[in-house]
């Protein structure tokens, strides 16, 4: 790892998660190791109640592992590490209603810039989402797929070494999903960010990703590691027929079956395709 | 999902939905029209000793409390003797309340163990009316103006306290983790998040302690002091001025009603977002 430390700005060893439920100690995470480099979309998946969500909030910083280590730009890191952004699932309660998308946009910076620039740095992180628009409304006025926008926006506003995305595309209808995957990709390509990202939804793994970390049901490990070559800049339509997109799909959603339950695996091909929708509705926000 | 609403302003005929307000507010005012005409009418024709018309009470508030010069906004002697110290030592009162209450209220409502630790204190305190301490305070502190606006600050304090820390325990976690992911200050996270998602609640305990403010502010002039309203209504009573009595009473309603309509005031800019968040938007 040595070699290779400035090009890996996360680096994830050995994490262990355990909590109490009933009085039973319950493993969601048993051994989670792996790495994100610089400039790379990194995309967790895995079946519902795996800990996906445990996973970043725990490289976020919210939540202490039981073991392992989170190393940033080669730092062990304890706590919430420096220059982090962050999108949540749940947009309608991640955004504060009391302020106007500007505001929303300038918390994160807001004692730490002086006003002119913050100004500037939220103008630019709102015309990067396409609200440029929309700054002087307040969250709730605005459509969910906006509001995600908004998100995203407060969370570039800081130049973040990396961006944490949980299931963040999970709450809004399919139009608007795949609207949201290519202002993603479009950043990507545009402002070079790190991106670490969860989902329960194969394609979009696929799609976003330069690799997927596969785990498996609680309790978690990695189950693979998939790298994924397809050509960027990607597109909903050409990407998605593409067979090397078939193929990486079908390759996930096999490691996925397989982990989820090995008496399936016996099934006829085809199968594992369709058993992978069912993670889809499961995974209810609190 | 409240998330996708869209209340936006459909900022149609704004001036013919004016127009519904003031008819509305018309027919608010006329009910109350209608039972001052009531009254008139069952308290001439007996001439009661205890229930003067209102033909009778009303110029006396005005003779008494609105017949100044123009110099003094044409207030009268009675509204700066009586008047102007009452709101005084209720407004102190409910503004020493008020902040000790959000203080204390955020502080516990974010220390869940400090709160299991005092809150059966607390339940006391509050089961307490403040009004029954009436008699310890003036036999300790005497009957100046700090014991009487402690006694109000104290009445006052309770439901904002419990209300801003209820407001304050129900925050939505994620909120809290945005700022933490973001690694604001605790003074940003405390003014920028704590406090605003409390406010509706904050709001709440206000209302109810202002209420209690202007209660307290009446009892604790009836003994023991030399002027404001409820000195006033007590030497109306003693000496059979029942007219002055209840000019005093008017006084004391209408300051209510003012006092509430100022906080409502205040609260309709301050939660303009709540409105629009939970679909309660004007329309």
């Known amino acids: 790892m040595s070699s290779t430390c400035s090009d890996v700005v996360l680096s994830v060893s050995g994490l262990r998660h355990e909590y109490r439920s009933d009085r039973a100690v319950q493993v969601a995470l048993a051994d989670v190791g792996f790495e994100v480099g610089r400039g790379e979309v990194v995309v967790v998946v895995g079946p519902s109640g795996c800990g996906k969500s445990t996973l970043l909030r725990i490289v976020a910083g919210l939540l202490r592992p039981t073991a392992g280590t989170i190393a940033v730009d080669g730092r062990p890191i304890d706590g919430v590490p420096d220059g982090l952004g962050m999108v949540f699932q749940d947009y309608s309660r991640s955004l504060y209603p009391w302020l106007r998308v500007r505001a929303n946009v300038e918390f994160p910076v807001r004692t730490r810039l002086d006003r002119p620039e913050r100004r500037r740095r939220a103008e630019e992180s709102l015309a990067a989402v396409g609200l440029s628009a929309q700054a002087d409304k307040y969250p709730w006025e605005l459509s969910g797929g906006m509001q995600q926008r908004v998100a995203i926006a407060r969370a570039l506003v800081g130049d973040p070494e990396l961006v944490l995305m949980d299931e963040p595309f999970a709450s809004v209808d399919a139009q608007t999903r795949s609207e949201l995957e290519d202002l993603l990709l479009e950043l990507h390509g545009r402002l070079g960010v790190t991106v670490l990202l969860v989902t329960h939804d194969i394609d979009e793994s696929v799609y976003l990703a330069d690799r997927i970390v596969v785990l498996s049901a609680a309790p978690s490990e990695v189950s693979a590691t998939v790298d994924v070559d397809l050509a960027r800049p990607r597109d909903q339509l050409a990407t998605k027929a593409d067979p090397e997109f078939l193929e990486l799909r079908a390759r996930v959603a096999g490691l996925l079956k397989s982990k989820r339950d090995p008496a399936e695996i016996q099934q006829p091909a085809g199968a594992p395709l369709e058993g992978v929708d069912d993670s889809r509705p499961a995974k209810v926000p609190l | ?283």
Not at chain 2, 22 to 33: D, H, I, Y
Not at chain 2, 230 to 247: E, H
């Open chain 2, 1 to 283: 999902m409240s998330a996708t609403v869209q209340s936006l302003r459909a900022g149609g005929a704004p001036r013919r939905r004016r127009l519904v307000h003031v008819s509305q507010g018309c027919e608010r005012v006329a009910l109350l029209a209608i039972a001052l005409v009531v009254w008139q009418l069952a308290a001439g024709g007996n001439r009661s000793l205890y229930f003067p018309p209102p033909s009778e009470v009303l110029p006396r508030v005005g003779e008494e409390y609105l017949s100044g010069p123009w110099t003094s906004l044409f207030l009268g002697e009675a509204t700066f003797d009586h008047v102007v110290p009452s709101l005084s030592r209720m407004l102190r009162g409910f503004t020493l309340g008020a902040f000790a209450g959000v203080a204390l209220g955020v502080l516990l409502g974010l220390r869940e163990r400090a709160r299991q630790y005092v809150e059966p204190m607390l339940q006391f305190g509050r089961a307490i009316p403040a009004s029954t301490l009436l008699g310890i305070i003036l036999v300790v502190f005497g009957t100046g103006d700090g014991p009487k606006v402690a006694l109000i600050a104290t009445g006052a304090l309770f439901p904002v306290l419990f209300n801003t820390m209820e407001g304050v325990a129900a925050v939505t976690p994620v909120k809290l983790d945005v700022a933490s992911v973001f690694k604001v200050p605790t003074r940003q996270r405390l003014l920028g998040v704590v406090v605003p998602a409390a406010t509706p609640k904050v709001f709440a305990g206000l209302r109810t302690g202002l209420s209690i403010a202007l209660i307290l502010v009446v009892l604790t002039e009836f003994i023991g002091a030399f002027n404001g309203l409820g000195y006033r209504l007590v030497q109306a009573q003693r000496n059979f001025v029942i007219v002055d009595l209840w000019a005093a009473l008017v006084v004391l309603s209408v300051l209510g009603v003012a006092l509430n309509a100022a906080l409502g005031l205040i609260e309709r800019r301050v939660l303009r977002w709540h409105r629009g968040e939970t679909g309660g938007a004007d329309e």
